[in-house]
């Protein structure tokens, strides 16, 4: 059965930095084109960071410069490094595995339960 | 980046009605375009790929319909467990992926 599983969500203050974990099993990370959306408080979807299978990483300009997205294949674990946290960056996070067709997102069609991210003073 | 406007934003509706949800391309995006459904406090469900393509033991009541800028998702009749936000997300300009802001179906 394929699962993935968020960790790491915490309420953070302004400037600060935290790392958010997707634990898969049911599949190989290393294998696939993985992906983290977020969801800020009844808002709707923001995809944020996309990692190809081959290693190769994309980030929404909202994210760019201040998020990292990596993965440990011998973990079979996803990451999203946070770094000068903001209030906008307020949102439930859920990685997601990337379907790519020709090169081209076809949907996502796994995703964690989501994790809470809280960036306040 | 390509903009994706759903209509309506909110829909009230009763169970058995046939319901349709529209989103439109800022620019063609060929058959690109994925369908979600999400409950209250969940992650998404994907339902329709490559604009009409039925996700795997997703109920064939749903069906998705369209082409270059203009798409549907169609539920041909609404069960109670139908009742949730529709997201549509376009995949043609990849790694850049946007959604749709959200259609919330009600019951009526």
């Known amino acids: 059965e394929v699962q993935l599983v968020e960790s790491g969500g915490d309420l953070v203050q302004p400037g600060g930095s935290l790392r958010l974990s997707c634990a898969a099993s049911?599949?190989?990370?290393?294998?696939?084109?993985m992906s983290w959306v977020r969801q800020a408080p009844g808002r709707g979807l923001e995809s944020i960071s996309l990692i190809y299978s081959g290693g190769n990483t994309f980030y929404a300009d909202s994210v760019k410069a201040r998020f990292s997205i990596s993965r440990d294949n011998s973990k079979n674990t996803l990451y999203l490094q946070m770094n000068s946290l903001r209030a906008e960056d307020t949102a439930v996070y859920y990685c997601a595995r990337a379907l790519l067709h020709f090169g081209v997102v076809s949907g996502f069609d796994y995703w964690g339960q989501g994790i809470l991210v809280t960036v306040s003073s | 980046d390509i903009q994706m406007t759903q209509s309506p934003s909110s829909l009230s509706a009763s169970v058995g009605d046939r319901v349709t949800i529209t989103c439109r391309a800022s620019?063609?995006?060929?058959?690109?375009l994925n369908w979600y459904q999400q409950k209250p406090g969940k992650a998404p469900k994907l339902l329709i790929y490559?604009?009409?393509s039925l996700q795997s033991g997703v109920p064939s009541r749903f069906s998705g319909h369209g082409s270059g800028t203009d798409f549907t998702l169609t539920i041909s009749s609404l069960q109670p467990e139908d009742f949730a936000t529709y997201y549509c997300q376009q995949g043609y300009s990849t790694p850049t992926i946007t959604f749709g802001q959200g259609t919330r179906l009600e019951i009526k």
């Open positions: 490559a604009a009409s």
């Open positions: 620019q063609s995006i060929n058959n690109f």
């Open positions: 049911g599949f190989i990370v290393g294998s696939n084109s």
